[in-house]
């Protein structure tokens, strides 16, 4: 994902709506892909990762959609919570490359209560 | 099971200095990476250290370095520090040896540079 600079995508939901989260990775090549939430003051917590040999995993309240021939990843969040307010992030790994992830710009988070 | 402890938390400096930042992984875990952090570039891998060695090397100019010591611990310093380098830099560890794991982050040090 390429860094959309000062100015964060912001969706706003209501409470007890479902969100849905999208970001478009760079590299055709990339194989691991994982979504992190980042709360003011702290440091990016991980929500769930999936491979590229998977297009849809699911977590607790939430699920990961992977779409390899546009190079799209999607986070949905399940019946949102106040708690779920916080800057969210892609990110992309290339399998034989280490632990060097690739983050997209980030997509901020407003539940409305 | 700890997490990833950063130190210092904050720091600030001035232009000309160096820099020394502290990243103590979640035990058991070998590979050490760190992220700088910024409102304008985001996110940016900066390099990755796995049993003591430099994995992988983002696009920073020279003065960013690093290492990384037998029990896993890493530094990481920046020498004539400029006040672009002003930012969050953030350490990761993960449990896994061959790479595309998930990495767990620390809250990171918040430097500033005047």
């Known amino acids: 994902g390429e860094s959309v600079g000062l100015h964060l995508p912001t969706l706003s939901v209501q409470e007890g709506d479902n969100s849905i989260i999208n970001c478009a990775y760079s590299n055709s090549a990339s194989d691991y892909f994982i979504w992190y939430k980042q709360e003011s003051g702290k440091g990016p917590q991980f929500i769930i990762d999936i491979r590229s040999n998977m297009d849809k995993r699911q977590g607790q309240r939430v699920t990961v959609l992977l779409n390899k021939t546009v190079k799209h990843l999607s986070l949905q969040i399940a019946a949102t919570q106040p708690g779920d307010s916080a800057v969210y992030f892609c990110a992309e790994n290339i399998g034989n490359a280490g632990n060097m992830l690739t983050f997209g710009g980030g997509t901020r988070l407003m539940v409305k209560p | 099971k700890a997490g990833v402890t950063q130190t210092p938390r904050y720091l600030i400096k001035t232009r000309g200095q160096q820099v020394t930042l502290s990243c103590s992984p979640i035990s058991g875990h070998r590979s050490v990476s760190w992220y700088q952090q910024t409102p304008g570039q985001g996110l940016q891998f900066l390099f990755e250290?796995?049993?003591?060695?430099?994995?992988n090397k983002g696009n920073f100019p020279g003065r960013f370095s690093g290492r990384q010591f037998s029990n896993s611990r890493s530094e990481m310093n920046v020498s004539t520090l400029e006040l672009g380098d002003s930012a969050l830099y953030l350490c990761a560890s993960s449990g896994m040896t061959g790479g595309s794991e998930k990495l767990f982050f620390g809250s990171g040090t918040q430097l500033s540079v005047l």
């Open positions: 250290y796995f049993s003591e060695t430099q994995r």
